[in-house]
């Protein structure tokens, strides 16, 4: 049975990115795998402190980071999985803190310093990576605000796990539940009330296949050791 993990990295248990993620997950056991989620705000945890013990030769083929904290059971999690569907806000045109705290500590301990760039991982297994954005600008201003080219840096870092990576967007999203107890006039609530009641379930559906497309594709490829050069 293939294993997928889920990370949450939004502030809110049952708002926009908790619900895209479970949809997925919900893709994920519908094609036959054993799920397991985890929301980054309940931990106490620390980004990469470069202390570099996963870059010393004593432990460089390891990929394992030498921290121990509450992130320690979600990173081996993640290591033992097929897949990872991951979920993020977007907060001044990045993912949350605790999403990008995570993605360094992960990332960073499979990283290799290959001076003959064959391959730039030591990670001895493909592990394919699914990234749910929410966010409250509308679709048609992603490339004005750098949005498009963010999430392509974001997968290319995400390529050192040696899977598949897809991103998808969730638009101008309802972000408060009553919008008349806050100030802002900048948005047009009939507008978000129809984004949410119309757009929203098809950006979930879209989370269900996505997590149901790459577990199948796990399935199929068999996610065979990639051929890892670490020296």
């Not at 993990?5 to 049952?14: E, F, N, Q, V, Y």
């Not at 030769?57 to 059971?73: F, V, W």
């Not at 990008?100 to 310093?113: I, K």
């Not at 949005?147 to 997968?155: L, P």
Request: hydrophobic content about 35%; proline content about 3%.
């Amino acid at each position: 049975m293939k294993k997928v993990t889920g990370i949450d990295g939004g502030p809110r248990k049952s708002w926009n990115t908790s619900a895209m993620i479970r949809r997925a997950l919900d893709g994920a056991e519908s094609a036959g795998a054993e799920t397991e989620l985890f929301r980054l705000y309940d931990l106490n945890f620390k980004g990469c402190t470069s202390c570099f013990t996963c870059k010393q030769i004593a432990h460089y083929n390891e990929g394992k980071c030498a921290m121990q904290d509450e992130l320690s059971p979600v990173l081996e999690s993640v290591m033992g999985s097929d897949v990872v569907i991951m979920g993020s806000p977007v907060y001044f045109s990045d993912v949350t803190g605790a999403m990008r705290s995570f993605w360094e500590r992960l990332l960073f301990m499979n990283l290799a310093y290959n001076d003959k760039k064959v391959n730039m991982s030591v990670c001895t297994k493909k592990i394919s990576c699914g990234v749910l954005y929410t966010m409250n600008i509308p679709e048609d201003m992603l490339d004005e605000w750098g949005y498009t080219a963010m999430f392509e840096s974001h997968a290319r870092s995400l390529r050192v796990l040696n899977g598949e990576v897809e991103y998808l967007t969730a638009c101008d999203t309802f972000q408060f539940d009553n919008y008349s107890r806050y100030y802002a006039p900048m948005f047009d609530v009939e507008r978000k009330k129809r984004m949410r009641d119309v757009m929203f379930p098809l950006d979930c559906e879209h989370a269900y296949q996505m997590g149901a497309r790459l577990t199948d594709k796990a399935g199929r490829a068999g996610h065979e050791s990639p051929n890892v050069d670490p020296s």
